[in-house]
């Protein structure tokens, strides 16, 4: 890579058909992008989201980098972030399972739990609370939370939906994740780009790992 070079995070929306994702890589290639991986965040009803990580020759070309992805009929660019490297969602997952079970004592799994998925999903905030009944007791937070009675609410709010409890369906800037053995709820915000199923699905994976450290701990 060249001094003035970038990395950067692309989500695309694409025509779930054969051909489309080269297509997309064929204008990626087209503003001497370099294509180091591709990740399918969500697919169904004909679309996937999918997003790529590529080097580009610099921040310049990214308005002519989306013009060219939006020329590929039924793609459409949902965001373009410049980063200083490349998460790996396999090997950040497979580190913060390391670091939750390297966790010496209770309060220490706690904050090694909001301090990691924060990082790994790149979140805003991040907040793991307990609910017993209507009452929420908040045991670690992130980055920039809003006030506790915020933190409560969502907590309250998220808990009254199966579907959003559950971590499989919820608002795009929130991902919510379980800890059922200790009445836990792990909340994770941030306004763009929208929570996808699979980030979803790793948060919760994440959750069930802290949950029987916990347990472990606890022993």
Do not use: K
């Amino acid at each position: 890579m060249s001094e003035t070079s970038v990395h950067a995070l692309v989500r695309v929306w694409v025509a779930d058909r054969p051909g489309a994702l080269g297509l997309v890589a064929s204008r990626i290639g087209a503003v001497r992008g370099d294509i180091v991986s591709i990740d399918v965040l969500e697919h169904g009803d004909g679309v996937a989201v999918d997003e790529f990580a590529v080097n580009l020759p610099g921040p310049e070309v990214v308005d002519v980098l989306v013009r060219e992805i939006e020329q590929v009929d039924g793609a459409s660019v949902e965001q373009v972030r410049l980063v200083d490297h490349y998460p790996d969602a396999r090997l950040d997952a497979l580190e913060s399972a390391a670091l939750l079970c390297e966790a010496t004592d209770v309060d220490h799994l706690h904050s090694v739990l909001v301090t990691h998925v924060q990082d790994e999903f790149l979140a805003d905030w991040t907040a793991l609370c307990r609910r017993r009944g209507d009452e929420v007791e908040i045991l670690a937070s992130a980055g920039d939370p809003p006030g506790d009675a915020m933190v409560v609410a969502l907590v309250l709010g998220t808990s009254a939906s199966e579907a959003v409890a559950g971590g499989t369906a919820g608002p795009e800037d929130l991902a919510v994740a379980l800890l059922p053995g200790h009445d836990g709820v792990l909340l994770a915000s941030r306004p763009a780009p929208p929570f996808r199923v699979l980030e979803r699905i790793q948060l919760r994976a994440l959750a069930r790992i802290a949950d029987r450290t916990w347990q472990l701990l606890m022993d």
